[in-house]
């Protein structure tokens, strides 16, 4: 079957996202919409142009378009915007349920506040009733534990409009993990369930670290865990999760190709895995994308798809009853019987 008659049949499947950053998932559409209200930008004068901006020599460079991308969210209302947008795109990909990130750090300078922001997302959110999205805080390591502690303050004012959980995103070359035990320790105290990207743009190291000192939930990527196998095996023992996003890691050069993805030694290994799209429309994917990939490229068969899909809503922040009734109703779902054999692949 060809890759793009996978995707489609993985489009019309029941889905979960757990990894999934706000500010990356704009519709181009609204983003444009950003671009025009703002304007001054000669690099972007164009759609093709919007699109071309999203290509990058490396993690690095990412993260540049990243802080490029942001600086087009200046009011309050550009949040209810995205966040209306970005829920109306999930549905139409049948995403039932959805872990966002978003990164209020990064509007410092631009003198909002993060109450505030909160707010005005679950505004835009709630727009919406076809699909239940719950918020992740990134602490963004690149301003330091101090800051990370403040916003994590300001968070748990507004922990009540669904702010499940906290993680730390950003450089994580150049901010390891430990510095932010203190931070963690505390958001464990305060209710939130806890995540950390590692193992992206640093090594197994930072993937300990984050077990180690953040005693993390989840870890976000962990892509490079298996420079370490004596890590890959701890995960296992553990049963600690990696939200994996392989096709965020080939476009920004962690891995060299969607082949050399180690997903599917991951999975083989028996490591809890979800799967996730990161930052979909800077990166030209989408979760329907990733199975298809999985599929085409890892060699991945249906009823593995259907176990990843079911895994992630058991790495879920949900409640307890809450899955089991995701779960049930995602494996009464007519997509996944229709095929003759039960190995067959999509």
């Keep these: ?64 378009t990243w802080v490029w991308k942001n600086q087009l969210l200046r009011e309050y209302e550009d949040f209810t915007f995205i966040a209306e947008a970005l829920a109306r795109d999930l549905v139409s990909q049948n995403i039932r349920y959805a872990e966002a990130f978003y990164s209020p750090p990064d509007f410092i300078r631009q003198g909002l506040e993060t109450q505030r922001i909160t707010e005005a997302i679950r505004q835009g959110l709630e727009a919406v009733e076809e699909i239940e999205i719950t918020l992740v805080a990134d602490l963004v390591r690149d301003f330091g534990p101090a800051r990370a502690a403040v916003t994590l303050a300001e968070v748990s004012e507004v922990k009540q409009l669904g702010v499940v959980g906290v993680g730390i995103g950003g450089s994580e070359q150049d901010f390891p993990p430990e510095a932010f035990e203190q931070v963690f320790a505390q958001a464990r105290q305060l209710g939130f369930r806890t995540s950390a990207h590692a193992g992206e743009a640093a090594g197994p190291e930072s993937i300990w670290g ?5 005693k993390v939930d989840r870890i976000g990527h962990g892509t490079r865990a298996e420079e370490d196998p004596r890590l890959v095996e701890y995960l296992v023992e553990q049963e600690i999760p990696l939200e994996m996003c392989p096709l965020s890691n080939v476009r920004t050069g962690v891995v060299e190709s969607y082949e050399k993805h180690p ?29 298809a990939l999985l599929v085409e490229k890892q060699g991945f068969t249906l009823d593995e798809i259907r176990e990843l899909v079911l895994g992630s809503i058991e790495m879920s922040w949900m409640s307890e009853d809450r899955k089991r009734q995701m779960t049930e109703a995602f494996r009464a779902d007519p997509g996944w019987s229709a095929r003759s054999g039960g190995q067959q692949t999509a």
Aim: hydrophobic share 40%; glycine share 6%.
């Design 263 to 291: 997903v599917r030694r991951y999975f083989e290994r028996g490591v809890a895995l979800s799967i996730n799209t990161d930052d979909p429309k800077m990166f030209g994917t989408s979760l329907a994308q990733e199975y």
């Design 210 to 214: 984050a077990i180690r000192s953040l």
């Design 1 to 64: 079957m060809k890759l793009e008659l996978k995707q489609a049949r993985f489009a019309r499947l029941p889905k979960v996202e757990l990894h999934l950053h706000l500010e990356g998932a704009i519709p181009h559409a609204a983003l444009w919409h950003l671009v025009q209200k703002y304007g001054g930008d000669a690099l972007v004068s164009s759609k093709k142009m919007l699109r071309r901006r999203f290509e990058y020599r490396d993690f690095p460079h990412f993260i540049e």
